[in-house]
Structures are given as C-alpha cells and as structure tokens.
T-cell receptor, first 116, second 116 residues
Framework: AQKVTQAQTEISVVEKEDVTLDCVYE???????LFWYKQPPSGELVFLIR??????QNEISGRYSWNFQKSTSSFNFTITASQVVDSAVYFC?????????????FGSGTQLTVLP | NAGVTQTPKFQVLKTGQSMTLQCAQD?????MYWYRQDPGMGLRLIYY???????DKGEVPNGYNVSRLNKREFSLRLESAAPSQTSVYFC???????????????FGDGTRLSIL
C-alpha cells in the first residue's frame, strides 16, 4: 500500500532563512505521481507542483525548488529566502496505480512558521 | 473564476441530525472528490466520482453518502451525524477522465463541521 511520511511536524525559521520540507513515500508501483500542496492559515489547499515518477529532473520556481530522488524515495521541497507569507501547512501527496485509482495519499503535513 | 465552491463554510450539528454538504466546480472537470481532514492525519478520501452518474468509495466512506447531481455538482450527505464525523471537509475536482492520470486536484475552501 502507498504511504507518505512527512516526519517534520512543525518547523520554525526566521525570515530570509532557507528551509527544506522532507517527504518520503512508499509505493510498489513504477509509475506514480507526487504532489505538493500548501494550506495557508485561511484554510484552502493550493496546488504547488506535480512530479511524474519517470521524470527525475529537479524543478525550480522562483524561491521554491523540489528535489526528487527515486533512489531514496524522497521528494523534498526547499523554500529559499523564506518570507512570512510562506507560513502554512505543506502537504506532500502520492498517487499510484495499485490503490484506489484516483486516491491521493497525503502525508500528515508540516506546519511551517516563518518569523519576521 | 470561482473554481471549486463549497457550502456551507461552517456548520454545527447535534448527534443524529442529517445534513448535506454542497460542492460545485466551474472548470468543466470530469472527476470530483470528497475528503476529510483531521488533525495530524492529512486528508483522507471519503468518496469520489469519475464522471457524472458514477461514484466510488474511498478510504473512509462509512457514515456518508454522495450524489453526483451533474457534471458540476457533487454533494456529501451525513444521514445521522456522529461526533466522530467532526472534521474539516474538502471537495476537489480534477480534469482527468482516465483511471490513471497525473492531473492535479483543485480544492475548495473547506467546510468546518462540528457535531455535538
């Protein structure tokens, strides 16, 4: 069965620091998809990025970057020069083909607090 | 551009009462989902609908029913509310029609439901 582990329950940093959010996943499938979502204090869930299992290129989008490593089953998320507006709960999620076809399996989330 | 709209945003029920959570999307998406979010557990899938007229159980379907009224609307009903159903409920939609797809799910703002 698929599983997503976000071992960091809470992280607190000071503005302008870099921070990495860890995500480790388990799946028996060779084809799967990984996602990151952001949940700000207002409560909505915002899609950030999708990564296909066959595409191991890392991705950078502004201050955000993602490091996908199949060898360690990890899909980590780094925020460079963090800002107060980055404060949110961040969820990593997995979708594979062995479980319920459309089910996203979410990690338990990492609460990031960026202090001014 | 509204995206996914959920009503109501907040609700308090007494044990044994029934209610229906409403969800509508205006993105012409094929698939729709209902999740519940509980502290420290990420999001768990209750039911999903791959297309109009079809629904399937997710990870935690007990105590819930759903109706895919048309392509836009997907409702979640609690027939006899229990305190264990106190949670934040999210509706989501995605474009995919195929069983296995990498399309991201787009979420509504959530409904905070308390059952006394």
């Amino acid at each position: 069965a698929q599983k997503v582990t976000q071992a960091q329950t809470e992280i607190s940093v000071v503005e302008k620091e870099d921070v990495t959010l860890d995500c480790v996943y388990e799946t028996r499938d060779t084809t799967y998809y990984l996602f990151w979502y952001k949940q700000p204090p207002s409560g909505e869930l915002v899609f950030l990025i999708r990564r296909n299992s066959f595409d191991e290129q890392n991705e950078i989008s502004g201050r955000y970057s993602w490091n996908f490593q199949k060898s360690t089953s990890s899909f980590n998320f780094t925020i460079t020069a963090s800002q107060v507006v980055d404060s949110a709960v961040y969820f990593c999620a997995l979708r594979d083909v062995s479980g319920s076809a459309r089910q996203l399996t979410f990690g338990s989330g990492t609460q990031l607090t960026v202090l001014p | 551009n509204a995206g996914v709209t959920q009503t109501p945003k907040f609700q308090v029920l007494k044990t044994g009462q029934s209610m229906t959570l409403q969800c509508a999307q205006d993105m012409n998406h094929n698939s729709m989902y209902w999740y519940r979010q509980d502290p420290g557990m990420g999001l768990r899938l209750i039911y999903y609908s791959a297309s109009e007229g079809t629904t399937d159980k997710g990870e935690v379907p007990n105590g819930y029913n759903v109706s895919r009224l048309n392509k836009r609307e997907f409702s979640l009903r609690l027939e006899s509310a229990a305190p264990s159903q106190t949670s934040v409920y999210f509706c989501a939609s995605s474009r995919d029609r195929e069983i296995y797809s990498n399309q991201p799910q787009h979420f509504g703002d959530g409904t905070r439901l308390s059952i006394l």
